[in-house]
């Protein structure tokens, strides 16, 4: 698999396109360079609501306007939100996260340490962390994007019998356009998914998965 961004996802319209344009591997961008990239281009402002009983922790949060976040929701900066994004009851935001316009944070939701583009709906007890989810995909209720190993080892990105070291002690997943996963659905750390993927309910994922699989079994 080729492991460049163009690969995962169209930039055109992102509005962070800068911190993924030429990262290859793409999960290089992750950990240390994107906690940098938002502390050099953060503006904190809140343009948009925060409704009585939310929670911003830090002078270091950007909300775009017409954004909305619900009572009983928690954000933790640094954090970037776009425009018109929907940050409902208990979600949880915890540092160093961009999320682009028109998006879904919904209950129960956590994200730490990773990238949501445009149009992204993750909006019932999902768990996105140390990933990059690209514009359109989908995660169904239940779904966990796993980023540490129980073994403590650092990820590997397997690639049919081929394996890439990423020197990362905690790395999620990367998540192609489109890419839709049902309910209840795992992936393993250091999971790469294609552009429109998609992964039927109670399933369990791994390694590179070319664009436009279904994952069935």
């Given at each position: 698999?080729?492991?460049?961004?163009?690969?995962?996802?169209?930039?055109?319209?992102?509005?962070?396109?800068?911190?993924?344009?030429?990262?290859?591997?793409?999960?290089?961008?992750?950990?240390?360079?994107?906690?940098?990239?938002?502390?050099?281009?953060?503006?904190?402002?809140?343009?948009?609501?925060?409704?009585?009983?939310?929670?911003?922790?830090?002078?270091?949060?950007?909300?775009?306007?017409?954004?909305?976040?619900?009572?009983?929701?928690?954000?933790?900066?640094?954090?970037?939100?776009?425009?018109?994004?929907?940050?409902?009851?208990?979600?949880?935001?915890?540092?160093?996260?961009?999320?682009?316009?028109?998006?879904?944070?919904?209950?129960?939701?956590?994200?730490?340490?990773?990238?949501?583009?445009?149009?992204?709906?993750?909006?019932?007890?999902?768990?996105?962390?140390?990933?990059?989810?690209?514009?359109?995909?989908?995660?169904?209720?239940?779904?966990?994007?796993?980023?540490?190993?129980?073994?403590?080892?650092?990820?590997?990105?397997?690639?049919?019998?081929?394996?890439?070291?990423?020197?990362?002690?905690?790395?999620?997943?990367?998540?192609?356009?489109?890419?839709?996963?049902?309910?209840?659905?795992?992936?393993?750390?250091?999971?790469?998914?294609?552009?429109?993927?998609?992964?039927?309910?109670?399933?369990?994922?791994?390694?590179?998965?070319?664009?436009?699989?279904?994952?069935?079994d």
């Amino acid at each position: 698999m080729n492991f460049a961004p163009d690969e995962f996802f169209d930039l055109e319209d992102f509005a962070h396109a800068e911190l993924l344009a030429g990262v290859e591997p793409i999960w290089q961008m992750l950990g240390r360079p994107l906690a940098e990239y938002i502390a050099s281009h953060i503006k904190p402002e809140i343009q948009g609501t925060v409704m009585d009983g939310a929670w911003l922790m830090g002078n270091d949060i950007y909300i775009g306007e017409g954004t909305v976040v619900e009572p009983g929701a928690m954000i933790k900066g640094p954090a970037i939100i776009g425009r018109n994004c929907e940050i409902r009851h208990t979600a949880y935001i915890r540092e160093d996260v961009i999320v682009g316009d028109n998006s879904i944070v919904g209950h129960a939701t956590e994200l730490k340490g990773c990238v949501l583009m445009d149009h992204v709906e993750a909006g019932h007890f999902a768990y996105i962390g140390d990933s990059v989810v690209g514009n359109h995909a989908m995660l169904g209720a239940g779904t966990k994007l796993a980023n540490f190993k129980v073994d403590s080892t650092k990820v590997v990105v397997r690639d049919g019998d081929v394996q890439h070291p990423t020197g990362l002690e905690k790395f999620g997943a990367i998540v192609g356009d489109g890419t839709k996963f049902g309910c209840n659905t795992v992936s393993y750390p250091g999971t790469l998914l294609g552009k429109g993927c998609v992964i039927l309910p109670c399933r369990i994922v791994r390694g590179c998965v070319p664009a436009g699989t279904v994952i069935r079994d």
